[in-house]
């Protein structure tokens, strides 16, 4: 059974910087990319960023690029997302999941499986 669980939430204030991370057990961590997505109250689920299986290729939303890195470490089976610089249109939920290809990059919600429960993250102005 894969269980999927995000953690690092919280409130914090406009500029300052928060680490999400995401840990994942009952699946071959290592050979599957994995994404970081977010929703908004009244909104939808939208993509955030993405890495591939090793880490060695990322991508980013315009919105977040050059504010949020996510990095993993295969041998903790975590998925993390630093996340500099926030803003109040940054508060959401935010979730992790693994994708269910090798291809990448991607912010498809539809080619993502194994979703957790998600971390709140409010960022005040």
């Known amino acids: 059974q894969v269980q999927v669980v995000e953690s690092g939430g919280g409130l914090v204030q406009a500029g300052e910087s928060l680490t999400l991370s995401c840990t994942v057990s009952?699946?071959?961590?290592?050979?599957?990319?994995m994404g970081w997505f977010r929703q908004a109250p009244g909104k939808g689920r939208e993509g955030v960023a993405c890495i591939n299986w090793s880490g060695g290729h990322t991508y980013y939303r315009n919105s977040v690029r050059g504010r949020f890195t996510i990095s993993r470490d295969n041998g903790k089976n975590t998925l993390y997302l630093q996340m500099n610089s926030l803003k109040p249109e940054d508060t959401a939920i935010y979730y992790c999941?693994?994708?269910?290809?090798?291809?990448?990059?991607?912010?498809?919600?539809?080619?993502?499986?194994?979703w957790g429960q998600g971390s709140q993250v409010t960022v005040s102005s």
């Open positions: 999941a693994a994708k269910n290809d090798v291809t990448f990059p991607s912010l498809e919600i539809v080619e993502y499986v194994d």
């Open positions: 009952g699946l071959a961590f290592d050979d599957y990319n």
